[in-house]
DNA sequence: CTGAAAGCGCTTACAG
DNA sequence: CTGAAAGCGCTTACAG
């Protein structure tokens, strides 16, 4: 019933050494090679990984812990991610902490236990208890989200820069009073907000900015009261995917139209963000770009685990729509 | 450096029986546990679960194979299913296949290898090489498809059902000359046809029909064509999210308004299908009901090996929004 | 190139 | 309740 490697060697009538090799890349003479195939074959033999990774001490698996799977920028990193793990030979475990630093400490210790060969990790905070120990057993590599300076090697986008962009893209396109709604949660958030309140003081303008937790129910909540007030922001700059459909959705309800009555400039070039009239004008991050960058330096902090600390400073790319058409003179 | 039940048995003074019973569920004095629980923390011991799953041949994992991640209704369900295997202290293998036949059984196979306790699956075709062999040694569970009838669990949507109530819902709102796209690949998409074509004859209506591979960017593609032509359908039911969006995204580019040129109805309830203009009638499924069921069969079927194969059939909602509004009449 | 033997880190009958 | 010993299914020095 069970068929073991045992089995296979009889039927091949070679020893299981012998079986070993022939499916690994050991040094096998050509016909003992076709004899074992053929037992395989006959014997419907699949090898156990348990086993093979107990004993080889070789798991062959990086683990990727994404803080929110629903978020189709997570999903899109991680086809990144497991496409360049497979074309290694490499499993990857997905994990979804769902921004919850229980969660997230579960998942580490989880990896531990795994002994997986390293992790790709977008943490819930920079300070998260994981990457503050510094005490894992593999290599990290963090992205989308800093962690403790100079502690692992990253993948983020040059968020500043990005949130800078967004505000001269509105002002050039006559908006003043323009509003910021952040996520208060990540390190990614804070930097965009760094970005955009820089500009709006290199503009002479107010920075006028709430702050709200990363999810499309809560930014829509938040964008709710915000917006009903008679005193609101022309623009609103928004700092993901997430925010910006909870967003458009507050406007919705409130009978805004846009961007006559509201700008919005956002994150995350997801695909309704052209379908939803008049088309949001979004920074497109380099997601392919991040998932495979993530996996070089991991490789590479395998190959070299003494090598300095890196970081991948990607860019965005600024797509423009209808929601920040220029404003009408008044 | 490296730490193993050994070291925490020394450090605890007693035997790895006694640690390994401690960790687990086997009988110990409440002293002798806590002098062990006390080790573990001393020593930092993670136990080493590919070990441990070797020796108590009990992989604690179920695999969860479907089509396409990147369609939301497979996350929805994937949350569903991990939810529950956490809370059953399973693991969860997550494989997408991309509806490519040869990655299903590549996934089949590695199933195998992890000897995982049972996997549910969502198969690329109801002939999927793998299910036709039945010679698996996990018990599967089929989400979303059909497999060979009567070999598998299976927890799928009324599809014919819901295919007639879209039909019906457009001609009590005055359609007459509605068109269909459906997925060419699976079950699903056959059975939402079929549920679509009875009731365009029962209302003395001819069916007029088209499949397409299950992509957005196919369907645009598909639909472009369809709808440039001077006659065109009224109305078109399409088979899932994706073909939903590629199909307004054409009739965006041609220009034609919803509904009054065109009127949608399809299916998945997604996050956007409120946001695009001006709203879409969409088929709900109970994703998080899908993913509970199947994880409840999928341990009754474990439980009990011999019982005869069952299948969970539930109804979809119908969400009525703008893009069915009533025909003008002419 | 090939085989006999040891051992990866656990869990679990088997005795006591 | 506790411990000594066997063994899960592989891979890999070690000899030949």
Known sequence: ?????????????????????????????????????????????????????????????????????????????????????????????????????????MYLRLMEEERVTGVIFAPTGPASAGLAGGDLDFPVVLIDRSGPPGAHDSVILDNPAAGTALVDHLVSRGYRRIGGLFGSTSSTARERRAGYEAAMLRHGLSPDIRTVAPSAGAAEAEAGRWLADSGRPEALVLSNGLILMGTVRAARTLGLSIPDDLALAGFDNETWTDLVEPGLTVIEQPVAEIGAQAMRLLFERIAHPGQPVRKVVLSGRMVVRGSTRARRSV
Chains 1, 2 share one sequence.
């Open 1 to 105: 019933m069970k068929v073991g490697i045992r089995d296979v060697a009889r039927a091949a009538g070679v020893s299981t050494a012998t079986v070993s090799r022939a499916l690994g890349r050991g040094p096998v003479s050509e016909a003992l090679r076709e004899q074992v195939e053929e037992a395989v074959r006959a014997t419907g033999y699949r090898p156990n990984l348990s086993a093979r990774r107990l004993r080889s001490q070789a798991t062959q698996t990086i683990g990727l812990i994404v803080a929110d799977i629903r978020n189709p920028f997570f999903t899109a990193v991680s086809r990144a991610v497991e496409d360049a793990a497979f074309a290694s030979g490499m499993r990857v475990i997905l994990c979804n902490t769902d921004e919850d630093p229980a969660r997230e400490a």
